[in-house]
């Protein structure tokens, strides 16, 4: 095919709304594709965030493009309300919601396995089912195991109630599974938005920009727009308070396995001693964190982000509030005689929280963390439009 050929081809297959692969373009995609040329030729956001440098490397948005600048956008709002080409103007341009509408798509596209991708569509009934199962697993295993959840206090003997090989066998094989399906979907999402190598001071870079929440300061410096034009920096810190929380209740249950299995030492730990103290510093940043995104997000402006998807944010961020609230309560009544059935709540929420992993609000951070590290390669690489201000 000659030039001239192939590029009348790809001026039909684009004028039908396809790829130039021939592979269609959903409306979500679509709708972002279309905005993304306007903000082209507008530019007047090129300084909020990576999305509008980004955006100034393309002249056409191909499904790959749309993809990835999707995942690249935080959900800032600030674009919405700085836009003069916003809704009542007949382009009617709303950024964050038309990313939001194509980063569900991304989540499910690439889900794996594909036939579970659409769990993401239906998140509000698949967390309440997840938990519901969790709960009602280990109220009746541990029913079974004790013939009652109330016993006589047992100096917080966590195995005694529950057997410590079969807690870490149910949980091991869910947490293995979600890692893999998470790390198979992430992969072809790569493969899709960006061959190519990773050079160092680019993934070092994306690795900074993703630990600071770089692009939630809005590209000045005063946050995100939450319910008006105000900017608040409250969704950055409540980011970090999750996420750090997280990581330590991680860390928490990752030395006390070391403690177990290398160590030979076995739970209860004293109060005094690093799982314990990890867990309780990490559980009460998981507490605020949730409780001020949950706030945040039942006030954000309703034009932000896509309302279809209110029921997965908010499932996701109270099931992480009740991971950190049941952890809690476990440590503070773990010598009463109500601890079996504190433990087999936490425990039925944490397996909630695993089995949803792959198929949840979970994997916008991994997608995001991706397109910050395309981005930061992205940038090193010669920009032959030469149209951004980079
Ligand atoms: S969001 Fe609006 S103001 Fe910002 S670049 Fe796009 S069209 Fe221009
Ligand atoms: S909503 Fe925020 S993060 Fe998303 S494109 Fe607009 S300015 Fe960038």
């Excluded at 509408?101 to 396995?113: F, G, I, N």
């Excluded at 991971?323 to 809690?328: E, K």
């Amino acid at each position: 095919m000659s030039p001239l050929e192939a590029l009348t081809r790809e001026a039909s297959l684009l004028g039908a709304g396809l790829n130039p692969s021939g592979a269609p373009l959903r409306a979500e995609e679509r709708e972002v594709s279309r905005i993304m040329e306007i903000c082209n030729a507008c530019r007047y956001c090129e300084g909020f965030c990576a999305v509008f440098p980004a955006m100034t490397r393309r002249l056409e948005f191909y499904k790959a493009d749309v993809h990835y600048l999707a995942n690249l956008c935080h959900n800032c709002g600030a674009c919405l309300h700085a836009c003069q080409y916003a809704a009542p103007h007949e382009f009617d341009v709303n950024v964050p919601r038309a990313m939001a509408k194509v980063r569900l798509e991304t989540y499910s596209d690439y889900a794996w396995p594909a036939s579970l991708g659409a769990l993401y569509k239906r998140n509000g009934l698949t967390l309440s089912l997840a938990t519901a199962f969790g709960l009602a697993l280990f109220l009746v295993l541990m029913l079974l195991k004790q013939g009652t959840l109330l016993h006589a206090p047992l100096a917080g003997n966590f195995y005694a109630v529950f057997p410590h090989n079969l807690m870490a066998a149910m949980f091991g094989f869910v947490f293995v599974f979600a890692i893999f399906a998470l790390g198979i979907g992430l992969m072809k999402f790569w493969r899709a938005v960006s061959p190519g190598d990773l050079p160092p001071p680019a993934v070092a870079e994306a690795t900074h920009d993703v630990l600071r929440l770089k692009y939630l300061d809005g590209g000045h410096g005063f946050g995100c727009n939450e319910e008006d034009d105000r900017f608040s920096l409250w969704r950055r810190r409540f980011h970090h308070f999750t996420f750090y929380g997280f990581m330590l209740c991680f860390a928490s249950t990752s030395v006390a396995t070391l403690y177990h299995y290398a160590l030979k030492l076995q739970a209860p730990y004293a109060l005094g001693s690093l799982p314990v103290l990890l867990g309780i510093v990490g559980g009460i940043g998981l507490l605020i964190g949730p409780a001020g995104l949950l706030w945040l997000n039942l006030h954000r402006h309703a034009a932000h982000g896509d309302a279809a998807q209110q029921p997965m944010d908010r499932g996701f961020i109270a099931l992480l509030f009740l991971i950190s609230a049941t952890g809690l309560a476990l440590m503070l009544w773990r010598d009463s005689g109500s601890m079996a059935l504190l433990l087999a709540i936490h425990l039925g929420v944490v397996m909630a929280l695993f089995l949803t992993l792959p198929y949840g609000k979970f994997a916008h951070g991994l997608y995001r963390c991706a397109a910050l590290l395309k981005f930061a390669v992205e940038k090193r690489q010669p920009d032959r439009l030469r149209l951004g201000s980079e």
